[in-house]
């Protein structure tokens, strides 16, 4: 049974910071490439962060600078780090394995002005 349950939404205020959790089940997790997408109400999901299993890391041009993606393989975790957050960067976040192409359910961002 593959599980990858994501924590850490919430409500935060411009400029504050969250940081999101996903926790594999199911899967060999060290050698999955692991991501982040987001997606806002009525949009395309859209890819925000992947890190490989080596822990090589790509971000969208959006959040540069701003988002930290990483890992933890002996806890079978996978963590997004947001900071300077903007209302822009609200929506549901889910964390995906590249192998098998395994999504969670999500947790939702909300970042007011």
């Known amino acids: 049974q593959v599980q990858l349950v994501e924590s850490g939404g919430g409500v935060v205020q411009a400029g504050g910071s969250l940081r999101l959790s996903c926790a594999a089940s199911?899967?060999?997790?060290?050698?999955?490439?692991m991501e982040w997408y987001r997606q806002a109400p009525g949009k395309q999901r859209e890819l925000v962060a992947s890190?490989?299993?080596?822990?090589?890391?790509t971000y969208a041009d959006s959040v540069k600078g701003r988002f930290t993606i990483s890992r933890d393989n002996a806890k079978n975790t996978v963590f997004l780090q947001m900071g300077s957050l903007k209302p822009d960067d609200t929506g549901v976040y889910y964390c995906k394995a590249w192998f098998g192409a395994y999504w969670g359910q999500g947790t939702q961002v909300t970042v007011s002005s």
């Open positions: 890190i490989t299993s080596g822990g090589d890391t």
């Open positions: 199911g899967i060999l997790f060290s050698i999955n490439v």
